[in-house]
């Protein structure tokens, strides 16, 4: 992926070779152009694909004394799409920097700037955190890098472990917050301008999920539906308008299939989709990509291709992610030999559907009592019976509990009227963000991946929407229904109907599927899974299991009790329990130590291509001198 990396030094404690190492480092995934800016306490640099337009130019201002560079899509403010770029990413981050304007700004990106005349380097991220910036301070120095690795690359960051975000992965699989599987590197918060000078480190957020402004909608319900599929096939439009070589991921589901319906032209519009033989995601999507004209092909694959993606998947997404969610990761490459930025799916679900709508937060009384619930939802992976011997020495001492107070302590922080509203601020914030991120990390090591669903246009009218509509998919089946009825002929893998199916039908097969879990119907229930880890674990991955976790390499970290490892490995391959969760948990950990803290690179041996990219360097000081003011006939300042 493209990324931004940089320091800010003022007593010059770095090394000398602090940007060469940090570019090095984000090197290895981006084999385009790196660009550095040198100051005499700082230094931005960016590896950029060259993708987006303005991605990678340095962004200078006259008026403000301002300059830096950017990653990522920027589209035109309130809803001009025909602004330029470099344009509209020089008024957002130089020369009106205000909480309503960084807040119009349309895309993923991130921003770094040095401010000539405050003397300080800003930092700036999107409204949903799309492209992470991650940050370490080392005495005087801060450091930061869109990639954990590159932060520590200048080897002053002292790789130790967070308990209490192993204890999270351990428990839950996905982090929250600030934390990274690293004590010493946090991840900077979403829709923030966090600036580094002589007064320390200051954040000042500029927006925040508001999803009390709902209200009764003035439109009927089809008419609210209509509208949406109109803001959907904008932001559709808005990225193939930047980017004409996009590619559609296609699963059996809703969001990826909306999506293709919604390109200008579906025939010229590549689809891929992975899966097991016999899975209703490989059926239905090729269906899909028939009835829509889509070039289409489909990719079958079993366990054995985590042998060969475990550690490569553990290193991209540097142990946020469970080894279990890596299914991309064996096609990101014939993907990127058909278009340049896929169109992702990535929280259609969540921001279009209902399924972060559920009664049990939807219905409470105290934010309390909703994160109660939120956490009995996630924390299903370690089972009662390994809970009280699962931690080792290292970790004990913080324990489960330490995990569940700093989840619920996120929840009460989010914003919200009630406790439905924090618990969707919550989730997109911390689930979405931490978690459902980790394929679109993935993706990026090959092809750009990009998120209609968050154009802000549409996000803000959905997000103003009563829950009751889009609980349930009602409003998302009504909205293919009006404006997508070829992609509503298909049937949904959820329910094994067509999409556009009366919701009472939808309802009733929803009901059904729950019903035959324990009966011998449960093969046909089972044909909605795309992957099979549990038996998987017990056939071609019980090598990578076994090998990895019960390895004297890995009980002798003590993390884990050796004892409760051994008990989980062999439940599980004796069949007295499905463990393969907690599994793909713990070898995600397992596997982050040895790349990250043992730095073992030798598990990445014939994956990666170390490549020697030279470094564009421009000196800062030449930047600040063109940049020194003087006053033109108008009273305007102007350049010298």
């Known amino acids: 992926m493209s990324g931004l990396f940089g320091y800010y030094d ?10 060469e190492a940090m570019a090095r480092a984000i090197a290895v995934e981006v084999d385009r152009s790196i660009m550095v800016l040198r100051g005499r306490s700082f230094a931005i640099g960016c590896a950029s694909k060259g993708i987006y337009p303005g991605e990678g130019q340095v962004l200078t201002s006259h008026r403000s004394r301002r300059y830096g560079l950017y990653v990522g899509r920027l589209l035109g403010f309130d809803g001009d799409d025909q602004s330029d770029a470099v344009t509209a990413a020089r008024t957002a981050f130089l020369d009106a920097p205000t909480p309503s304007r960084l807040a119009s700004a349309n895309g993923p990106f991130a921003a770094a700037i040095w401010d000539g005349g405050a003397g300080c380097l800003e930092l700036i991220t999107d409204r949903y955190g799309m492209y992470p910036i991650y940050a370490a301070g080392y005495g005087s120095a ?29 428990a839950i699989g996905e982090l929250v917050g600030d934390l990274t599987p690293l004590r010493t590197v946090r991840l900077l918060p979403a829709a923030c301008k966090i600036a580094i000078g002589e007064k320390g480190l200051t954040h000042h957020p500029y927006w925040h999920h508001d999803f009390g402004r709902m209200k009764e909608p003035a439109e009927t319900f089809r008419q609210t539906a209509q509208r949406t599929g109109r803001l959907l096939r904008h932001a559709v439009r808005r990225i193939c308008n930047v980017t004409p070589a996009v590619g559609v991921p296609l699963s059996g589901g809703l969001d990826s299939r909306v999506l293709l319906a919604a390109v200008p032209d579906p025939g010229r519009t590549p689809s891929f989709t992975w899966g097991i033989r016999g899975c209703r995601d490989l059926a239905y999507a090729q269906a899909a990509a028939a009835v ?38 064996p096609f990101v490459n014939h993907v990127a030999q058909q278009c340049q930025v896929i169109l992702n799916g990535y ?28 956490w009995r939802w996630r924390n299903g992976a370690v089972a009662e019976t390994y809970r009280g011997s699962l931690l080792g020495p290292r970790l004990i001492s913080h324990g489960w509990e330490s995990a569940r107070s700093s989840f619920i302590e996120q929840y009460v922080r989010s914003p919200g009227t009630t406790p439905m509203d924090m618990a969707m601020a919550f989730l997109l914030d911390n689930r ?3 978690r459902t991120s980790g394929g679109t990390n993935l993706m990026r090591w090959a092809v750009e991946s990009d998120q209609p669903f968050f154009d802000n246009d549409l996000f803000d009218h959905l997000a103003q929407l009563p829950y009751a509509w889009r609980f349930r998919h009602r409003l998302y089946v009504e909205v293919l229904r009006e404006c997508f009825p070829a992609a509503a002929s298909v049937r949904w893998q959820r329910t094994g109907l067509p999409a556009g199916a009366p919701f009472w039908t939808a309802w009733l097969s929803l009901a059904a599927h729950r019903l035959v879990r324990t009966t011998p119907l449960a093969a046909f229930q089972k044909r909605k899974a795309v992957s099979n880890f549990a038996g ?23 993390l884990f009790d050796p004892a409760a490892v051994r008990r989980i490995v062999n439940d599980h391959m004796d069949g007295r329990a499905d463990n393969s969760t ?10 982050f130590c040895r790349l990250f803290i043992d730095a073992d690179r030798s598990l990445l041996d014939g994956q990666l291509t170390a490549r020697t990219v030279p470094a564009e360097s421009v000196n800062a000081e030449a930047i600040e001198r063109s940049l020194l003011p003087y006053k033109d006939n108008a009273g305007l300042t102007a350049p010298g």
């Open 10 to 19: 003022p007593q010059h404690v770095l090394p000398p070779d602090a940007a």
């Open 142 to 170: 801060f450091l930061f890098a869109q990639q954990i690795k590159a932060v520590m690359a200048p080897g002053v960051v002292a790789a130790e472990i967070d308990p209490v975000a192993l204890v999270l992965m351990a």
């Open 292 to 329: 829509l004209g889509s070039p289409h092909r489909s990719f079958e694959f079993d366990g054995g291709y985590l042998q060969e993606c475990a550690a490569l998947g553990v290193w991209l997404t540097e142990g946020q992610l469970p080894c279990t969610d890596f299914h991309v990761l």
């Open 347 to 374: 929280a259609g679900d969540a921001v279009l559907g209902g399924n972060f709508i559920m009664p049990a937060w939807r219905h409470a009384d105290r934010p309390q009592e909703a994160a109660t619930a939120l």
């Open 432 to 434: 979405v963000r931490r």
């Open 536 to 558: 998987w674990m017990r056939g071609p991955l019980r090598g990578l299991v076994q090998t990895t976790l019960l390895s004297r390499q890995a009980l002798d970290r003590n």
């Open 582 to 591: 907690l599994l793909g948990h713990l070898l995600a950990i397992e596997l």
